[in-house]
């Protein structure tokens, strides 16, 4: 695709409810991102994959949160029993993978989750 | 361990006035920094990034910066402020050296008057 998307855009949920996030990255770019970013704050790194597997999940807030990438392209970001400090924007970003490209990070322009 | 300070959450200059947007980060080796920009309701878009190569780095839009080790900053400008170019700025860091997980700063507005 032209960029990185993500649906939805905006999700309300309840507190308690499950939620999924989906990300299309840019069509063969091997590495993938998710960040959580506050209101009035940077993004801050929760997950990483090179293709279908699951690098790094360091910034992953709890167990409550799970991401996949079953195929090496689409990735999903779960929150299960969401709670109100989930409230934030998730963004996607994805970059060629290791080597000159791998700073060069394309962000879709993320899902606004309200936890009411 | 890495960290970022932007120094103003808000930055305000008139258009056509110099544009100057401060980060000073925290490394314990040598590190990449980037500038991202973020307009209202969509994603970062990298702007310029220092790899450890020339230290005066020229991104897009006009805009630029320069990695200065002594002071550990990587001040972000442009000669001439467009009103376009209001938006969220962002400054990174990484290890470098294949980290790959930057750590952002929490962001500058920047307000361009008419």
């Known amino acids: 695709g032209a960029g990185v998307s993500q649906s939805p855009r905006y999700k309300v949920a309840k507190r308690g409810q499950d939620v999924a996030l989906r990300c299309d990255p840019i069509?063969?770019?091997?590495?993938l991102f998710w960040y959580q970013q506050a209101l009035g704050q940077g993004p801050e790194f929760l997950t990483y994959?090179?293709?279908?597997?699951?690098?790094?999940k360091s910034g992953l807030p709890s167990d409550r949160f799970f991401a996949e990438r079953p195929e090496g392209s689409v990735s999903t970001l779960k929150i299960q029993r969401t709670q109100q400090e989930d409230s934030a924007v998730y963004l996607c970003?994805?970059?060629?993978?290791?080597?000159?490209?791998?700073?060069?990070?394309?962000f879709g322009p993320g899902t606004r989750l309200t936890v009411t | 361990a890495q960290s970022v300070t932007q120094l103003g959450s808000h930055v305000s200059v008139s258009e056509g006035a110099l544009v100057l947007l401060r980060c000073n980060y925290s490394?314990?080796?040598?590190?990449?920094l980037f500038w991202y920009v973020q307009y209202p309701n969509q994603g970062l878009q990298l702007l310029l990034k220092?790899?450890?190569?020339?230290?005066l780095v020229k991104g897009i839009n006009g805009f630029e910066a320069e990695f200065k080790k002594s002071e550990t900053s990587f001040h972000l400008t442009k000669p001439s402020a467009h009103m376009s170019d209001a938006a969220e700025y962002f400054c990174?860091?990484?290890?470098?050296?294949?980290?790959?997980?930057?750590?952002f700063g929490r962001g500058t507005s920047l307000i361009v008057h008419p």
């Open positions: 994959f090179q293709n279908e597997a699951q690098l790094d």
């Open positions: 490394s314990s080796v040598p590190p990449y």
């Open positions: 970003a994805s970059s060629a993978g290791p080597g000159t490209g791998f700073y060069e990070q394309y």
């Open positions: 069509s063969g770019h091997v590495s």
């Open positions: 220092y790899t450890s190569a020339a230290t």
């Open positions: 990174a860091v990484t290890l470098g050296g294949g980290s790959y997980i930057p750590t």
